[in-house]
Every structure is written in C-alpha cells, then in structure tokens.
C-alpha cells in the first residue's frame, strides 16, 4: 500500500508540474552550436515574430561550454535598448542582441519565453576592429 501511495502522489506532482509548465506556455528554441571560422569575432542572435499577436523571449548566446556571453547591444522592435531590459515582440518586429566572441570557439544562441510565432537564427562573422565581412556563417533556431 505505502508503494502505491508514493507512485501516486509522485504521479500527480509530475502532472501538476507539467500543467504549469504548459499553462506558463514557455518554450526554448535553440541553434545548435557553429564555429564561426579564425576570423568570427561577433555573434548575432535574432527573432522575428511571425505571429498576430505580441510576443515576449529572451535570447541569450552561449558559447561551447555552455556559458551565455555578455550582450553588449539590444534592440526590440527597431529600437536600441539597454542589456537586460524586457521586450514585447510586436507582430512583424524583431528582438535581437550582439555579443563580442572569441575567435576559434563554436557559439549557439537561445530564445526562452512565448516561442510558438518567433522565428530566429544567429550569425557569426567579423570584423569588429576593421571592415565587415560579408562572410557569416548562421543556422536557425528550432
């Protein structure tokens, strides 16, 4: 009887977490991890809302090891914003950050948040220091 009573109460609490889970209706869609090349020195993370309807995510970059970088620009719905302030993705607008990235490492980028509309990808290219490359390499969020 004590056996059947721990499955069960270990049933319902799987239940009640997954039914908050799912109410909550976050998600996380990701790229998975590309190496930019010796010369890959900025990564772009970018969302788009596909959807009718607002819209919020966080994205994050996160290299190899699994360490998100420093964001070091944002901009929500064509306007620039500070790292770390909120963002409600309008209908047909984008959310998007920057982050500088050591050559020689591979990098992923990660949008958390109401994902169902949102379609994304990141981009690792060059130059910070000189001219850009119209070199990048990129992959979708899925």
């Not at 009640?16 to 930019?36: D, K, N, Q, V």
Request: glycine share 10%.
């Amino acid at each position: 009887m004590r056996a059947t009573t721990l499955v069960a109460l270990a049933a319902s609490l799987l239940l009640l977490a997954t039914s908050e889970l799912a109410a909550a209706g976050e998600r996380t869609i990701a790229s998975p991890a590309i190496y930019g090349g010796g010369d890959a020195d900025l990564a772009y993370c970018v969302v788009r809302n596909a959807g009718t309807k607002p819209a919020a995510a966080e994205l994050r970059i996160i290299d190899e090891s699994g360490t998100a970088l420093e964001t070091l620009s944002r901009s929500c719905n064509g306007t620039a914003q500070t790292p770390g302030e909120s963002c409600l993705i309008e209908p047909g607008k984008m959310l998007s950050i920057r982050a500088d990235t050591p050559t020689g490492f591979a990098y992923a980028c990660s949008a958390t948040g109401k994902v169902k509309n949102l379609r994304g990808a990141i981009y690792l290219g060059c130059c910070r220091m000189s001219a850009p490359s119209t070199s990048y390499r990129s992959s979708a969020l899925r």
